[in-house]
């Protein structure tokens, strides 16, 4: 398998065709602000709204759009999830179930969001 059907193989495992060469998800926080921990449930609740985003991911970049900003991310693969990081802390990881996790880092506090991702469509070059 080569390097970019492994690091699609999240978007794959979520019934993309084999062709693609990218992958644009469409992902749904579960709870409406980040929270400081969302192992059980939201505990710790934010005033930091959670959009929704689209992730387009090719074989080593991540391109992540909420609301009006887009930030440019590596992408990792590790134990069948797709790892995003960009130069702040934090990380967006989807699993090939579709399911998500965030963590960001506000004034030096944790937070974080889960969800799901729906694969929206191949992307051939």
């Given at each position: 398998?080569?390097?970019?059907?492994?690091?699609?193989?999240?978007a794959l495992a979520m019934g993309l065709p084999t062709y693609a060469m990218a992958a644009r998800l469409h992902c749904v926080p579960t709870y409406p602000v980040y929270c400081a921990n969302v192992h059980l449930t939201c505990v710790?609740?934010?005033?930091?709204?959670?959009?929704?985003?689209?992730?387009v991911a090719t074989s080593d970049r991540a391109w992540v759009s909420a609301a009006?900003?887009?930030?440019?991310?590596?992408?990792?693969?590790?134990r069948g999830a797709m790892i995003l990081r960009g130069q702040a802390q934090g990380y967006l990881k989807?699993?090939?179930?579709?399911?998500?996790?965030?963590?960001?880092?506000?004034?030096d506090r944790a937070l974080m969001s889960i969800g799901s991702c729906v694969a929206q469509e191949a992307i051939s070059q």
């Open positions: 398998m080569s390097l970019l059907r492994k690091s699609l193989a999240v710790g609740h934010s005033r930091i709204a959670t959009p929704e985003f689209q992730v009006d900003e887009t930030q440019i991310l590596s992408v990792k693969l590790d989807i699993g090939s179930d579709g399911q998500f996790s965030q963590r960001i880092y506000v004034d």
